[in-house]
């Protein structure tokens, strides 16, 4: 693979900028995340997290299996706000209509 | 790496990197920070980062706040670009009888030169269409701002490292002695020595001094933060709850709670964030959330910080303070001054650390 590689699709976060937060002494994947944005999109690393395992598993000589994934925070899924904000007029299930009117992208997906 | 140093800072947070920084530009003295993790893995990297003046309280603490604020536009382009934008603040009131209040924060905080307008309905809609039109007014200065805190604590080690310092990361203190005007410390990696030792390890400061066998009166308390997906420019200024990056994201909290150094995010206190967000901004309920992070911070019990050199100690410093992020040039400034030149431009005698031992007396 070419160092410039995406591997974080949210942030456009690279093979390269990766491996400098290594370089930087970044020891996991919430360092090199703080460092460089990767795994902070909508996203929340579910597309990245393998592919910085193995880079970090790489470039540190130890095992895939030693390397953990990112924090996992809530809510997992993008949440509205107004449902969280116990608004009755909003809530997690919205209209096939306005679904198809809106550009939601990653929750209609799901 | 040499086990020598004139100077150790432990922890390398917003205050201990600059401090390590600052200190580092005169490149007069051999420097190591140690940290026990990754720089950004504790309060530095999980805060909204405002840097905020305006109704800092009592008005001292306010003009110490706005001479730190000062010192950004001149950091940067120093150390690079922290992303510190000087967007004005706006802390929005909801009871026309906030109004009386309002403008006697003006007043106090007019005394030390902090500018601050006491808008109306209509004056904070103009600025800031997007907030509810249910707000009575809004205290408003244009000091306050925001700064990237990951681009921040970044350069400042980046400069640092540049002017010489060293770092050590995944190094826990594990023993603090002092002996022959020299300190020891014992860490995971080995043992350093210094001539003078700062204390800068936030929340954890209070281990760290008992290692020293002092008392260090902090507690801490725990802030939880909702951040929303990349949105479309929607609010142009720092708004007390909430502010939006240049990425587009909305950070969005202003929790404490007292639960020691427990990191979780809880679904009641993430719950009244989200109200908060859609009574300030009702276009909000319409946005999603990517993520919700908390974070331990530093309060002093009395809410000052607490700066300069720890009694009875020959040469050991601590800087700890609730506000690192706002306060980190200024303090940066200070210590350097402190331990270069033994005196400081601006007086630190409310900041020192032995004003809780006359407390007691």
Known sequence: MDKSTIVCRCEEI??????????????TFDDIKRI??????????????????????????????????SRMRMPLKLTRIGVLAGNKESSSVISVFSESASKEGETKND | MTNQYDVVVIGSGVIGSSIAYHLSESKQKEILVIDKGFPLSGTSG????????????????????????????????????VE????????????????????RLAEKQAEVGIDIEVLNREQVLEKEPALSPTIAGATYSK?????NPFRLVELYIKAAKRNGAEFS???PVIDIDKDNGNFTITTK????????????????TKGLGELLGIDIPVKQVRGQIIVTEPLAPLIKHTIGGMRQADNGEILIGYSKEEVGYDRRT?????????????????????????????????????????????????????????????LSPLVGTLMTELLTEGETSIDLKRLRFNRFNECNV
């Open chain 1, 14 to 27: 690279n093979i390269d900028e990766i491996e400098s937060a290594i370089k930087m002494g970044a020891h």
């Open chain 1, 36 to 69: 460089t944005r990767c795994g902070m999109g909508p996203c929340q690393a579910k597309i990245c997290t393998t592919l910085v395992q193995r880079i970090i598993s790489e470039y540190t000589d130890k095992p895939l299996s030693d390397i953990g994934p």
């Open chain 2, 46 to 81: 999980s805060t909204q980062a405002w840097v905020w003046v305006h109704n800092k309280t009592p008005s001292w603490y306010g003009e110490l706040s706005m001479y730190s604020a000062e010192l950004y536009p001149f950091l940067e382009r120093k150390i690079g670009d």
């Open chain 2, 84 to 103: 510190y934008k000087r967007t004005g603040g706006i802390a929005p009131f909801f009871n026309e009888s906030d109004r009386e209040k309002a403008l």
């Open chain 2, 143 to 147: 000091i306050d701002g925001n700064v």
């Open chain 2, 169 to 171: 990361f995944y190094n």
């Open chain 2, 189 to 204: 990696e080995g043992v350093f020595y210094a001539k003078q030792l700062i204390l800068a390890g936030g929340p954890w």
């Open chain 2, 266 to 326: 809880t679904l009641d206190v993430i719950q009244d964030t989200a109200k908060m967000a859609v009574d300030y901004l009702p276009d909000l309920a319409r946005a999603n959330i990517v993520r919700c992070f908390s974070g331990i911070r530093v309060m002093p019990h009395d809410g000052f910080p607490i700066l300069g050199e720890i009694p009875e100690i020959d040469n050991a410093f601590i800087a700890v303070m609730h506000s690192g992020i706002t």
